[in-house]
């Protein structure tokens, strides 16, 4: 292959098992996909397949629960459930994958431990005596040996099972991110004094045990990976370490990490795919875009890779492909896509091709993947509605095509007009301003936003690609729109910031006048309004160099986490926030603005904060002026995004799909 990318698609092995090239559709949790009997559901099936025809070469399941009693039955699929219909359910979903020259390995996970949902389980356990992560209010007991013996058994059963369904290997789930075999492995948590608590092979015992388990029972030839975190970045119970901070190692440190990859190597495993962190720093295992970087792994890949000889597999937002190339040999063996692969299931084709500027990019918010699983709510993805709809949601030709005016260039929009324009309709896409992107434009200027600036460019590529007639710097109005002549109107005219009436001499600013710099900052800064783009302004200008506060009436900035903002960006935001020393006031009432600052009020006491500008960051309303003028005019009307209700990125892409499949 002479494509500049050609090191990704040289072919590996993992044991006996040879891979068609280096990339792996990193494991995630397929929440969703379960029948009640533990099979898995045509929606998953067609979700892996999708994967393998984009050309992957090695497809990773995510969490397969090996034991119904501990996770919710319907939750994820189980082969000791009913494994006829397991088997019967993956038998064509394999020969399906296999098909398209891609490898498949089921991994098996036993389950969260301390680390489950509030509800997600059946089962409080932990191997001691723990409060649970995310509620301390839920305590979980430590397992007994014969429990522990079971889920051993459980985990071989499992994999045998597996084989029968014509996988090609197993990946245990996981001395890492802090799950129940992860607890084991700590001795923050693994108090135990019988023979799987005390020393570090102790510990590792159970992920040893059933290495060796699934060895004796399908074969030394039968590929086994275990998903590995050698480093945990845990400063205490539910507190994370943010990438450059001092501090001390309360989970498992790097060298601990290095003798537990030796132990494992040793006990039979195939392969290493290595991450790191843990569920008490939860966003270095599912890296947010605050990390304003790119394959944060590498580094940790590096380090195992020279002490182990067995492959190392690596994700974690590898997602430049030239970095991609350049850590295979050095960093790791195979290079793993998560998330890139819901947001474009034909990455790794669109790369052997040449055409990477058409791969649809992430942009790391979590939306539709974990924010979806952690409700227990299908997965899917924020930029790609078909993710996990792949037949329910397939594109058909538009049987009476149309011209249709999307008024409106924002994600929505550009989503609504492309998907129009893919069914066959004539679509002309009307933006006011005179660019495409709409508010992410604003949103998209933090550095730490890259991934936004990627999207708003993908649209503009594939909406030139498909033929979309854009017209920029046009408003539209009734009159523009039956001069057009067209037979349906998708309005997607957005949101726009609202204001407090306080009183007081001062003068504030939007959020969005900061950071398009209509209104350069002062060296110090207050912000009225704790939800994500105050959040976001704030930790923007503290990066900056500037003096941040943040003033949230609430108890909790941007809801507390259990809110609509999935949890991992929610809690990386704030420590962020800590890290760069915003100054937070929660529970506080901004009553009077004054020209030096604002003055605040809690619990009933006053002070002022003394600020070179003040920001009004407390929310948006729609901008639906258009919609309800055109509710009269004789054609079909459509209301999308913001425009119908302010949400989030994922809430317009999904609207303008939704419209743009249906006309």
């Not at 090695?58 to 119904?68: A, F, P, Q």
């Not at 450059?244 to 790097?254: N, P, S, T, V």
């Amino acid at each position: 292959m002479s494509n500049k990318y050609a090191k990704l698609f040289e072919s590996c092995e993992i044991g006996k098992v040879k891979i068609k090239n280096r990339i792996f559709m990193a494991p995630m949790g397929p929440v969703g996909f379960a029948t009640q009997d533990g099979a898995f559901t045509q929606a998953g099936q067609e979700y892996y397949i999708e994967r393998a025809r984009g050309g992957t070469g090695l497809i990773m399941t995510g969490t397969i629960n090996v034991d119904y009693n501990e996770i919710l039955r319907g939750g994820l699929p189980c082969p000791t459930c009913n494994p006829i219909v397991f088997t019967q359910s993956a038998l064509d979903m394999v020969e399906s994958v296999h098909a398209f020259g891609a490898k498949f390995f089921l991994q098996l996970t036993g389950g969260l431990g301390r680390s489950a949902f509030p509800g997600a389980t059946s089962k409080q356990i932990a191997p001691s005596p723990a409060k649970n992560r995310f509620d301390p209010r839920i305590e979980h007991r430590a397992m007994t040996t014969e429990e522990i013996k079971n889920l051993i058994g459980n985990f071989v059963k499992s994999a045998a099972i597996a084989k029968k369904a014509g996988f090609d290997g197993i990946e245990i789930h996981a001395v890492h991110e802090g799950y129940l075999l992860d607890q084991f492995g700590m001795s923050f948590f693994n108090q135990r004094t019988d023979e799987y608590g005390g020393s570090l092979e102790n510990r590792l015992r159970i992920a040893i045990e059933i290495v060796q388990g699934i060895k004796q029972v399908c074969g030394k030839d039968y590929p086994v990976s275990l998903r590995f975190s050698p480093k945990s970045f845990m400063k205490g119970y539910a507190q994370g370490a943010v990438p450059g901070e001092e501090f001390e190692e309360k989970g498992r440190d790097l060298e601990e990490g290095i003798q537990a990859a030796k132990l494992l190597e040793a006990a039979g495993y195939d392969a290493l795919n290595v991450d790191v962190g843990c569920y008490d720093s939860w966003y270095w295992n599912h890296p947010p875009v605050y990390f304003g970087t790119r394959g944060m792994y590498r580094e940790y890949g590096r380090i195992i890779k020279e002490n182990v000889n067995v492959p190392v597999l690596v994700a974690g937002r590898m997602d430049d492909p030239e970095m991609a190339c350049e850590a295979i040999g050095t960093s790791c063996d195979m290079v793993g896509f998560g998330r890139p692969l819901l947001a474009d299931p034909y990455l790794p084709e669109k790369l052997a091709s040449g055409e990477e500027e058409d791969i649809r990019p992430c942009i790391g918010c979590h939306m539709g993947c974990m924010g979806r699983t952690a409700k227990f709510i299908h997965l899917s993805c924020a930029v790609n509605p078909q993710c996990g709809f792949e037949a329910e949601r397939k594109l058909t030709p538009a049987e009476k095509p149309k011209k249709v005016l999307v008024a409106g260039g924002g994600v929505g929009g550009m989503e609504c007009a492309l998907v129009l324009k893919q069914r066959g309709h004539e679509v002309l896409l009307a933006e006011k301003s005179g660019r495409l992107g709409g508010v992410l434009n604003i949103g998209a200027v933090p550095d730490f936003k890259e991934d936004d600036r990627q999207l708003i460019a993908w649209f503009e590529r594939q909406i030139k690609k498909a033929g979309v007639d854009v017209r920029l710097n046009t408003e539209v109005t009734p009159e523009y729109v039956r001069a057009c002549g067209v037979q349906a109107v998708v309005t997607a005219t957005g949101g726009a910031p609202v204001s407090l009436e306080l009183p007081g001499d001062g003068t504030w600013v939007f959020a969005e006048d900061v950071l398009t710099e209509k209104v350069p900052a002062g060296e110090k800064v207050v912000i009225i309004g704790g939800g994500l783009i105050g959040c976001e302004l704030a930790l923007h200008l503290a990066q900056h160099g500037k003096q941040a506060a943040i003033v949230e009436i609430t108890p909790a900035l941007m809801g507390g986490g259990h809110g609509s903002m999935p949890f991992m960006n929610w809690s990386m935001l704030v420590d962020l926030l800590k890290f760069h020393q915003v100054e937070i006031h929660t529970s506080t009432k901004v009553t009077e603005i004054r020209k030096d600052g604002i003055v605040i009020e809690k619990e009933g006491t006053k002070e002022q904060i003394s600020a070179d500008t003040i920001v009004m960051a407390v929310g948006c309303r729609p901008v639906n002026a258009l919609y309800e003028g055109l509710k009269t005019i004789g054609i079909s009307v459509y209301n999308i995004g913001d425009s119908r209700k302010v949400n989030n990125i994922m809430q317009a892409v999904w609207d303008g799909f939704e419209i743009g499949r249906s006309i």
